[in-house]
C-alpha cells in the first residue's frame, strides 16, 4: 500500500518562499510520474505541479515560473520548491501519484499572509 509523508509547510508573507517534500514508500518510486496537488479553502484539490521520467516537469499556468518540482529516485522523495508566492497560494499541498491519484496523506498546510 503506498503512503504519503508531507513535510515543510508554513506561513510566510506575500513574496516568501518554502520548500516542501513529501517521501513515498509502497510503490516503484523510480517508474511513475508523481504530482503536487493544492487544495484551497473551499475548493477542489487541482494538480499544480508534475514530476515525469528523467527530469521533464509541467505546470499549472497558476505557478509556472514560480514553483520548480524536482525528484529524488534514490531517496524516493519528490520536492516543490515554491518561490514569489502569493495569497492564492494558500491551501494543504498534497503529492500523489501523477494520472491516478489514490490514498492521500495528510498533506502540508502552506499560509501566504501579511
Known amino acids: 500500500q503506498v503512503q504519503f509523508v508531507e513535510s515543510g509547510g508554513g506561513s510566510v508573507q506575500p513574496g516568501g518562499s518554502l520548500t516542501l517534500s513529501c517521501v513515498v514508500s509502497?510503490?516503484?518510486?523510480?517508474?511513475?510520474?508523481w504530482g503536487w496537488y493544492r487544495q484551497a479553502p473551499g475548493k477542489q484539490r487541482d494538480l499544480v505541479a508534475t514530476?515525469?521520467?528523467?527530469?521533464?516537469?509541467s505546470y499549472a499556468d497558476s505557478v509556472k515560473g514560480r514553483f520548480t518540482i524536482s525528484r529524488d529516485n534514490a531517496k524516493n522523495t519528490v520536492h516543490l520548491e515554491m518561490n514569489s508566492l502569493k495569497p492564492e497560494d494558500t491551501g494543504v499541498y498534497f503529492c500523489?501519484?501523477?494520472?491516478?491519484?489514490?490514498?492521500w496523506g495528510n498533506g502540508a498546510q502552506v499560509t501566504v499572509s501579511s
Open positions: 509502497g510503490s516503484t518510486f523510480s517508474i511513475n510520474n
Open positions: 500523489n501519484y501523477a494520472t491516478y491519484p489514490t490514498d
Open positions: 514530476a515525469l521520467g528523467g527530469r521533464r516537469t
